[in-house]
């Protein structure tokens, strides 16, 4: 009788099959790490005692020079020195260090000392004694009385108070020259005053001085009180010529008196000094 497959069989069978093949597939197939490369070859360098023509076979270390192995040793090792050993000892020594060698002190020789006694005929002079001079005691300052304490004061008061009126009387004095600045009234008053100067030199002009073709510059200094009258004509810088600075001087006197001081100068001012340079050329008298 023949045995009939059902579907389930199938599925089963089907279902093992892929079982068994999945799990061939994943346990069959690994994954193994890359085994690593081989690193270079190394050498190690060391310096060379000796010069050999014949190169050794097989070298354990880089030197400048050929040189064959020898020694003791069955290993190769490096050097630890670069200068060769005097004395061959294959055996290494046990070395103890010197100990320290301690200094004996010195012993100091004590000197034998003879005394001797006998009558000298010199005399030995004792030194002075100096005496310290005393401290002298510090005067002291007697105090003063009230009364010469007031007395002081009232003397520098008095004294304060003659300077103060002497420092009153002292006239107010104003300088003016080329260069300075004024007020409109104080510069109206300077302007007339040298034009008046200036009117009167050209027509009182020395005739000498002309005649004789002396010309020059000087410099004059003229001061003048409140009332406008003359209280000095100073010659600062003469022109050269004795004719020229006379003849300026006597200008300046013959334009006196001139105006009185304007209201408002006389508030400030007792005193005013004009210092201007003249010149006397061939075409007149002219300030500057």
């Known amino acids: 009788m023949a045995v009939q497959v059902s579907d389930f069989d199938r599925f089963s069978f089907t279902l093992f099959m892929a079982l068994v093949v999945h799990a061939v597939v994943v346990l069959g ?61 294959p055996e290494v020594a046990q070395v103890q260090p010197e100990p320290m060698a301690q200094v004996e002190p010195v012993r100091r020789q004590e000197r034998a000392v003879v005394q001797t006694e006998g009558r000298s005929t010199q005399q030995v002079q004792q030194p002075e004694q100096r005496a310290e001079p005393e401290d002298e005691p510090l005067p002291v300052k007697e105090k003063k009385s009230l009364m010469e304490r007031s007395l002081e004061i009232a003397s520098l008061e008095a004294r304060f108070d003659a300077q103060q009126q002497a420092y009153a009387r002292k006239p107010r004095v104003m300088r003016v020259t080329a260069a300075s600045t004024l007020k409109s009234s104080n510069a109206w008053y300077v302007q007339n005053w040298v034009s008046k100067v200036t009117r009167v030199g050209n027509i009182n002009y020395p005739t000498e001085a002309r005649r004789a073709g002396v010309y020059g510059t000087l410099r004059m200094l003229v001061s003048m009180q409140k009332d406008g009258t003359i209280k000095e004509v100073a010659i600062l810088q003469s022109s050269g010529s004795t004719l020229l600075d006379d003849a300026a001087i006597r200008i300046v006197r013959m334009a006196a008196p001139f105006a009185p001081f304007p209201d408002d100068m006389r508030k400030e001012v007792d005193e005013l000094e004009i210092i201007r340079t003249w010149s006397f050329q061939q075409r007149g008298l002219t300030s500057g």
């Open 29 to 89: 197939i690994t994954f193994a790490p890359e085994s690593p490369r081989s690193s270079a070859q190394t050498m190690e360098i060391t310096l060379s005692q000796f010069d050999d023509e014949q190169a050794p076979d097989k070298a354990d270390f880089l030197a400048q020079t050929n040189q064959q192995g020898s020694g003791t040793e069955d290993e190769p090792r490096e050097m630890t020195s670069p200068q060769p050993a005097d004395i061959s000892q």
